[in-house]
Nanobody, 115 residues
Framework: QVQLVESGGGLVQAGGSLRLSCAAS????????MGWYRQAPGKQRESVAA???????TYAESVKGRFTISRDSAKNTVYLQMNSLKPEDTAVYYC?????????WGQGTQVTVSS
């Protein structure tokens, strides 16, 4: 099993920045990719960014150029640097770890962007 703990959410003004962290523990050797998702009130959960074990990153169109996903393999931690935040980025952000035949979610962290 894999355990994920997110941190770094909070309240920020539009145009500001936040960095989210997701620390993985447990069977981390089996993780093939990790990603960030978000869910706003009344909306479906959507993918924001993902990074493979090899370091390839992908982004949703809505965050390209503003968000950067990165990882520290030594710490088993994935980060999401969010710049130029907009009110529409307000959501609960979840970390997800994928491996052969499984997916684990973190508990989520709230990001609120005020206008």
């Amino acid at each position: 099993q894999v355990q994920l703990v997110e941190s770094g959410g909070g309240l920020v003004q539009a145009g500001g920045s936040l960095r989210l962290s997701c620390a993985a523990s447990g069977s981390v050797f089996s993780i093939t990719s990790m990603g960030w998702y978000r869910q706003a009130p009344g909306k479906q959960r959507e993918s924001v960014a993902a990074i493979t074990r090899g370091g390839t990153a992908t982004y949703a169109e809505s965050v390209k150029g503003r968000f950067t996903i990165s990882r520290d393999s030594a710490k088993n931690t994935v980060y999401l640097q969010m710049n130029s935040l907009k009110p529409e980025d307000t959501a609960v952000y979840y970390c997800k770890a994928l491996g052969p035949g499984y997916g684990y979610w973190g508990q989520g962290t709230q990001v609120t962007v005020s206008s």
